[in-house]
């Protein structure tokens, strides 16, 4: 999703810009621009296309007098919502008249009231060059220009429906920028003399791991190093300052080909991360202070409501199998976008956990205040530390993954299915589940590290496999109980990164329907985990393989008879099938990875996809 990065220092600008770019290009964008402050002019460069684009369009800057006198500077990826992706359109938008740049801006978020603001300006005498609602906020805020940036922006946000995370200039006040935020987040990394704003961490670690982050409607006036924070009305507010606990090599490729591969090769530590401290193997049970539950108030709460999106979501699922199966507690997961519109039945008896690696996109966010409203109590999952979700939840757990940078997540969600299982297992523990049960359920989370190690080896193998499936474009996923929502990620994975057409059933459900899609060109992948329902499952890869279908299994290692049934198979480490969720989607990450590597797919940036989405 768009990118911000904006300097104020004594530092030329421009290549600190442009690097910070560099960092922001995993969220996924189709434009870059830049603006920058000198001799008394704002001047705004932009191109369409890649990061390398824009900076080849610079020519020699550093050797350019006008770049190097610019010490002041915004800049911006943009994913495109409102106008193709042209240069027009990429920001920063300029805003003045005759050629001129009063103000520049650059916008993360939507402005929803833009065609009455743009209508207003417009009857104004403004002359719009973009499609985008960006631009209308670059002159909303010059037409509240006088003399004080600060003023101008404070009075245009409140103008504006909609959600933002903005950095501008004014073209009279050649030292300052103001930033502000509403719904997309903004970070401000504090340097020596100098201060670096970004739309994520990553794109300021390598300057300064002292952040402050915003709220929602504060608006920062920058000059160097100097930082004072307001309200909209104005009125001075202090900001906690905290310090970024991850080193700029976890955000690098470390040696492999893309993102993805190395964040699939990190989950055995990503895991060991995640249950640190946290499964107690004496007890049987899981130690999740953040949370902030005694076990009292655990016994009250009556339903586990678990709300996400996308791979979170995917995740959510088998933490709703996992609490009615150790807790036997009634638990439900569900799409956040959905929870949101559908005026959700939820009150104080529900525990709603929200669960999102950014802990930035926009439905989960606007879910978890739609859960508070109603009384819930309300906990987020969440990798990203100070993000939006994890501050406006006040209790939960962070993942402790590490930077997530490959758009399509891996191991975000094996992390997110640990943790799941703890939160399963505590609730279990103050409910009906004994210590011996308990004991063995904190063994088997305790030892998934070394279970997705050995998964990894297999890394040839299933590179192998994924040669035979680079000619299908359709593919179907099928699994049973806690190996449904592998499915559902596994064919979530191949569509994302290989763009091969892949849905998932319930393995019971293919007769309703999907059969009829059966042929030779439709290879299905089969969840055989060792486990309740497999052996219907290998029944539903019969029907497949009678009507011509190839199947690929995941199976547990050993399983003949599964191996007799399968044209493919990938065998996993033998566990309990909760934590086979774990060890299968890692074999089918791997699958995937391979097979959108094969296609010359690019890998870490598919088309279409952010990494995180703050539009809804
Ligand atoms: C986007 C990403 C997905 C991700 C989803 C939820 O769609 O492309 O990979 O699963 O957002 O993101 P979150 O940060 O809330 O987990």
Redesign the pocket.
Same mark, same amino acid.
């Given at each position: 999703m768009c990118g911000i990065i904006a300097y104020s220092g004594n530092r030329s600008a421009t290549p600190i810009l442009l690097n910070g770019l560099r960092k922001l290009e995993y969220r996924g964008y189709d434009s870059a621009g830049i603006a920058i402050h000198s001799d008394n002019t704002i001047h705004i460069y932009k191109q369409e296309g890649k990061v390398e684009n824009l900076v080849q369009s610079l020519g020699n800057y550093e050797e350019d007098p006008t770049h190097e006198a610019g010490h002041v500077g915004i800049a911006h990826t943009r994913w495109a919502t409102h106008g193709p992706p042209t240069t027009a359109n990429a920001h920063p938008h300029g805003a003045g008249q005759d050629g001129v740049n009063r103000i520049a801006l650059v916008h993360n978020g939507i402005i929803e009231n833009y065609r009455d603001l743009k209508l207003k300006l417009e009857g104004e005498g403004c002359v719009f060059l973009s499609d985008t609602d960006s631009e209308v906020l670059s002159f909303l805020i010059d037409s509240h220009y006088k003399d004080d940036l600060a003023k101008a922006v404070s009075a245009a946000l409140k103008e504006v429906q909609g959600t933002f995370g903005i950095a501008c200039l004014a073209k009279a006040e050649p030292h300052k920028m103001v930033v502000a935020r509403r719904g997309s987040p903004i970070v401000i990394g504090l340097g020596e003399d100098e201060t670096i704003v970004a739309s994520d961490a990553s794109a300021i670690i390598s300057h300064t791991r002292q952040v402050i982050y915003l709220d929602d409607n504060d608006v920062a006036i920058i000059e160097g190093g100097k930082v004072d924070i307001r309200t909209l009305d104005a009125r001075p507010v202090k900001r906690e300052t905290s310090d970024i606990d991850w080193s700029e090599d976890a955000a690098e490729k470390g040696g492999y080909d893309h993102y993805m591969l190395k964040e699939i090769y990190e989950q055995p530590t990503a895991i060991r991360n995640s249950i640190r401290g946290r499964v107690d193997l004496d007890k049987g049970t899981a130690v999740l202070a953040g949370l902030g539950l005694e076990p009292r108030e655990i016994v009250d709460i009556q339903r586990l409501l678990i709300i *996400?999106? *996308? /791979?979170?979501m995917n995740a959510g699922l088998v933490g709703e199998y996992a609490t009615e199966d150790f807790a036997g507690m009634l638990s439900e997961v569900e799409q956040a976008a959905e929870f949101r519109y559908r005026n959700p039945i939820v009150g104080s008896k529900d525990m709603v956990v929200a669960?999102?690696? @950014? *802990?930035? /996109?926009a439905d /989960?966010l606007a879910a978890v205040r739609e859960a508070q409203e109603k009384g819930a109590l309300v906990a987020g999952l969440v990798n990203v530390v100070g993000s939006t979700i994890a501050r406006e939840t006040g209790r939960g757990i962070y993942l402790h993954a590490g930077p997530e940078i490959s $758009? !399509? @997540?891996t191991k !975000?969600f094996t992390c997110q299915v640990s943790v799941l299982l703890m939160i399963a297992l505590k609730f279990a523990r103050s409910r009906r589940l004994s210590r011996e049960a308990g004991i063995q359920i904190a063994k088997e989370i305790h030892r998934l590290p070394e279970l997705v190690e050995e998964v990894l080896k297999q890394n040839d193998h299933i590179a192998k496999i994924a040669e035979d499936f680079t000619n299908y474009t359709s593919m179907f996923y099928i699994g049973r109980g806690y190996l449904f929502p592998v499915a559902l990620e596994g064919a979530l994975k191949i569509k994302e990164i290989s763009y091969i057409h892949a849905e998932a059933y319930h393995a019971a459900e293919l007769k309703h329907g999907p059969i009829a899609l059966l042929e030779e060109s439709m290879p299905v992948v089969a969840l055989l985990n060792e486990g309740p329902g497999k052996e219907k499952t290998l029944g539903n890869v019969e029907e497949c393989r009678a009507r011509k279908s190839p199947v690929l299994g995941v199976i547990t290692e050993g399983d003949e008879d599964a191996k007799a049934n399968c044209d493919w198979y990938i065998e996993v480490p033998k566990s309990p099938q909760y934590t086979a969720t774990i060890t299968s989607t890692v074999a089918l990450q791997l699958f995937s990875y391979h097979v959108a590597r094969l296609k010359g797919c690019p890998i870490d940036q598919p088309r279409n996809? !952010?990494?995180? $989405?703050t539009v809804e």
């Open positions: *996400g999106c *996308g /791979t979170s669960i999102s690696q @950014s *802990g930035e /996109t /989960t $758009v !399509a @997540s !975000a996809l !952010a990494k995180s $989405v």
